[in-house]
C-alpha cells in the first residue's frame, strides 16, 4: 500500500469512527426510554391512587352493611315489642313506631348507599384491571427498549475501538512528517484528502491544472490541491 492509499484509508476510518461517534451520542440523548420510564411510573401512581380509593369504598361498604345489620336487628326488637310485646301503653307505643319508621328510613338510605358502593366497586375493579394491563405492557416495552439500547451502545463502542485500532496502526506505517500534515488538515479542514473526480478537487470543487492531474495519475507521489492544500487522491479505478 502507497501512501496515499494509506491516507484514504485513515480518512476513510476517521470518518467511520466520527461518525460512530455522533451516533453514539445521539443515542444518548434519545428521549423515548426517559418518556417511557415517565409513563411508567405515571401509570404506576394512578393504579396506587385507583388500589388506594378501591380500598376505601370497600372499607366504607364494609362499615355500612355492619350498620344495616345492626338496624335491621334493631328493627326486629321494636317490631317484636310493638306486635308481640306486652306493652299496653298507647304512648310507648306510638313512640316505638315513631321508632320503627325512622329505622326503616335509615335502613333504605344505608341500602341505597351500598348499593352505589357496590356498583362504585365493581367500576374500581375494571379500571384496576384495565390500568394493570397497560402498566404491564408499557413495562415490557420499556424493558425491551432498554436491553436495544444496552446492545446498540456496546455495538457502537466496539466498533469505536475498532476502529481506533486501526487508525492507529495505519497512523504508525505514515511518515511522520505527512502524518502531521495530514492530521493538521483533519483538524482544519474536516476533510484531509481530497478525491478528484472529473479532474476536480472534491474538497473545494476547483478545476484542477492537467500537470496535476496527470501527476497525480503517473507517479506515486503525495500532491496538494493549490487552492485548499487538501491532500489530493485519484481513484485510479474510477478512469
Ligand atoms: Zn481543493
Known amino acids: 500500500m502507497g501512501d496515499i492509499e494509506k491516507l484514504v484509508a485513515l480518512q476513510r476510518h476517521i470518518n467511520i469512527l466520527k461518525n460512530t461517534k455522533k451516533k453514539l451520542k445521539e443515542l444518548a440523548n434519545r428521549s423515548d426510554i426517559r418518556d417511557l420510564l415517565n409513563q411508567l411510573k405515571e401509570t404506576e401512581n394512578i393504579l396506587m391512587e385507583l388500589e388506594g380509593q378501591s380500598k376505601e369504598n370497600e372499607k366504607s361498604l364494609n362499615k355500612n352493611n355492619s350498620i344495616l345489620k345492626d338496624l ?9 315489642n310493638l306486635y308481640e310485646g306486652d306493652i299496653t301503653d298507647l304512648k310507648q307505643l306510638g313512640f316505638l313506631d315513631h321508632e320503627r319508621e325512622i329505622i326503616k328510613k335509615t335502613i333504605e338510605e344505608k341500602e341505597m348507599e351500598i ?37 446498540a451502545k456496546e455495538d457502537y463502542k466496539k466498533s469505536i475501538k475498532d476502529e481506533e485500532k486501526i487508525i492507529d496502526e495505519l497512523s504508525s506505517q505514515i511518515d511522520k512528517e505527512l502524518l502531521d500534515k495530514f492530521i493538521y488538515l483533519e483538524r482544519n479542514k474536516g476533510m484531509a484528502v481530497a478525491e478528484v473526480i472529473e479532474g476536480r478537487c472534491t474538497g473545494c470543487n476547483v478545476l484542477l491544472p492537467t500537470i496535476i492531474v496527470d501527476r497525480l495519475k503517473n507517479k506515486e507521489e503525495i500532491v496538494f490541491c493549490d487552492n485548499c492544500d487538501r491532500i489530493l487522491y485519484l481513484n485510479k479505478g474510477h478512469i
Open 115 to 151: 348499593l352505589t358502593q357496590m356498583e362504585e366497586a365493581e367500576k374500581y375493579k375494571k379500571e384496576l384491571i384495565k390500568k394493570q394491563e397497560y402498566f404491564n405492557s408499557l413495562k415490557k416495552e420499556y424493558t425491551s427498549a432498554v436491553k436495544k439500547y444496552k446492545i
Open 72 to 80: 335491621d336487628y334493631k328493627l326486629k326488637e321494636i317490631e317484636k
